[in-house]
T-cell receptor
């Protein structure tokens, strides 16, 4: 079945450690996105990528980094520079950036202790 | 500065009745609007969308209304079913660029 997978579902890390969240899609979508969701807030865009080896900062990119070495993969690294990393992280993809629909993965809940 | 706002964090409706979820936006450049539905511990799933050239789009029990002059859109669910209980997010974009999401409204449909 085609879809987007994010792993793991729950992730715990100590403060000061970098952590990488996985996002894989087999939908052959060009564009991929990372969002963060906090209680009482909407999804906020962290980074997005329209094509392999290219990506752009979203609205809250500070403290995060990404790579897009393969079309199907868009990992997100939460660095120690991110002041408040505990959140629910969602990955999405779309056919091209100019798409009217994004398909979302199940999300990863990151808790920094 | 939130460009898309959902001012009602929760809504409770009796099964069979109409559910109306509201969304307001501030950016007049937005030309595409979407509604997503989200169950706990899952990613949002696309529900229905509307272009700014329309004022209504219908898909089965779901209808989205757009009032551009008021910068307001709403999602109507008729009749509401217990399986509709979820968090609903509205989203907006312009020129299919970045999407801006509201904070969500939690709908509870009581049997």
């Amino acid at each position: 079945d085609g879809g987007i997978t994010q792993s793991p579902k729950y992730l715990f890390r100590k403060e000061g450690q970098n952590v990488t969240l996985s996002c894989e899609q087999n939908l052959n979508h060009d564009a991929m996105y990372w969002y963060r969701q906090d209680p009482g807030q909407g999804l906020r865009l962290i980074y997005y990528s329209q094509i392999v080896n290219d990506f752009q900062k979203g609205d809250i990119a500070e403290g995060y980094s990404v790579s897009r070495e393969k079309k199907e993969s868009f990992p997100l690294t939460v660095t120690s520079a991110q002041k408040n990393p505990t959140a629910f992280y969602l990955c999405a993809s779309s056919i091209v950036q100019n798409s009217n629909e994004q398909f979302f993965g199940p999300g990863t809940r990151l808790t920094v202790l | 500065d939130q460009q898309v706002k959902q001012n009602s964090p929760s809504l409770s409706v009796q099964e069979g009745r109409i559910s109306i979820l509201n969304c307001d936006y501030t950016n007049s450049m937005f030309d595409y609007f979407l509604w997503y539905k989200k169950y706990p511990a899952e990613g949002p799933t696309f529900l229905i969308s509307i272009s700014s050239i329309k004022d209504k789009n219908e898909d089965g029990r779901f209808t989205v209304f757009l009032n551009k002059s008021a910068k307001h859109l709403s999602l109507h669910i008729v009749p509401s079913q217990p399986g509709d209980s979820a968090v609903y997010f509205c989203a907006a974009s312009y020129n299919f660029n970045k999407f801006y999401f509201g904070s969500g409204t939690k709908l509870n449909v009581k049997p």
